[in-house]
């Protein structure tokens, strides 16, 4: 079965950095887009970047753009989110979501794993 489970959540200081990792396993990883999603407290899910199968094409909410990269290592099945220069409200449970194509469809309904905390506080 799909198992989707993220890491590399923490507490962080604003400006910090975070690297999130999502380890897959259970489909064939280089076939699928992938996409993080967060939620903050007390909010809805918000779709924050989305990275098709093969990794050539890369979207961002407008919030993050130019402080978040998302990556993949399909040797690995792995998905990344480098998070740099991060911001209060950045803080949220983030989850890596299986694409259900090889191109990126911001879909919040996908299958998604447990989540990481990620909390930025001074």
């Known amino acids: 079965q799909v198992q989707l489970v993220e890491s590399g959540g923490g507490l962080v200081q604003p400006g910090g950095s975070l690297r999130l990792s999502c380890a897959a396993s259970?489909?064939?990883?280089?076939?699928?887009?992938m996409n993080w999603v967060r939620q903050a407290p007390g909010k809805g899910l918000e779709w924050v970047s989305g990275?098709?199968?093969?990794?050539?094409?890369?979207e961002y909410v407008d919030s993050v753009k130019g402080r978040f990269t998302i990556s993949r290592d399909n040797a690995k099945n792995t998905l990344y989110l480098q998070m740099d220069s991060l911001k209060p409200e950045d803080t949220a449970v983030y989850y890596c979501?299986?694409?259900?194509?090889?191109?990126?469809?911001?879909?919040?309904?996908?299958?998604r794993g447990q989540g990481t905390q990620v909390t930025v506080s001074s």
């Open positions: 259970g489909f064939t990883f280089n076939l699928y887009a």
């Open positions: 979501a299986k694409g259900s194509y090889y191109y990126v469809v911001k879909d919040l309904t996908a299958l």
């Open positions: 990275i098709n199968a093969w990794g050539g094409s890369k």
